[in-house]
């Protein structure tokens, strides 16, 4: 990268109760970011600040364990994402988040393992199906107007993008498998 293009501050969210969790859901992200640059911070969402936000270059959103569901209780902990100019990306319950925050609903959807993913347009280089590494229990029942879905499993959508902000959400974990995607997005201008 050029220094024109050389990325600010890349922010992690981390949606993680427990501390421990972080090294499944975050540090893996942490590790790719750390690949292509190496300004990054890592915050939990309760201590996100507004000042956190504004020195960020890009954000992502990291996913958390099965069994916590802390962050859907803290949704005023996310308001600033609906006015963001700012390319977010959220994985897993970050994708339920950004979802949530743009008038989406949720369901159960269980995905564990390996599943199919179809992409119905170009997403970060991707175009077709693939085999995506899932872990989760909530899924989309609605998505929200400002919102389009891009890619989908058997049980439902496992992408979005927002109709005019570079703002995404996925529902497997591509830290897993299909690393791509966060490169790619780290990338995007």
């Known amino acids: 990268m050029e220094n024109g293009d050389r990325i600010k501050l890349i922010i992690l969210i981390s949606l993680c109760r427990e501390k421990l969790?972080?090294?499944?859901?975050?540090?893996?992200?942490?590790?790719?970011?750390r690949a292509e640059t190496r300004d990054f911070e890592i915050v939990n969402y309760?201590?996100?600040?507004?000042?956190?936000?504004?020195?960020?270059?890009?954000?992502i959103i990291c996913g958390t364990s099965l069994a916590d569901f802390d962050y859907l209780k803290h949704l005023e902990n996310f308001e600033w994402i609906k006015n963001c100019k700012?390319?977010?990306?959220?994985?897993?319950?970050?994708?339920?988040?950004?979802?949530?925050?743009?008038?989406?609903?949720l369901r159960k959807m269980q995905e564990i393992g390996m599943i199919k993913v179809k992409f119905d347009e170009e997403f970060f280089g991707i175009n077709q199906e693939i085999?995506?590494?899932?872990?989760?229990?909530?899924?989309?029942?609605?998505?929200?107007?400002?919102?389009q879905p891009v890619a989908f499993s058997e049980k439902g959508v496992e992408a979005f993008k927002h109709n005019s902000k570079h703002i995404y959400g996925i529902l497997f974990h591509p830290e897993v498998k299909n690393k791509e995607i966060i490169k790619s997005f780290i990338k995007i201008k």
């Open 131 to 147: 085999e995506a590494y899932s872990l989760h229990n909530l899924g989309f029942k609605k998505i929200g107007e400002e919102l």
């Open 86 to 105: 700012k390319p977010i990306l959220g994985i897993c319950a970050g994708a339920q988040i950004i979802a949530l925050v743009f008038s989406s609903k």
């Open 21 to 33: 969790h972080e090294l499944e859901f975050v540090n893996p992200i942490a590790e790719i970011v």
């Open 46 to 59: 309760k201590a996100t600040s507004l000042k956190d936000i504004e020195k960020a270059d890009k954000i």
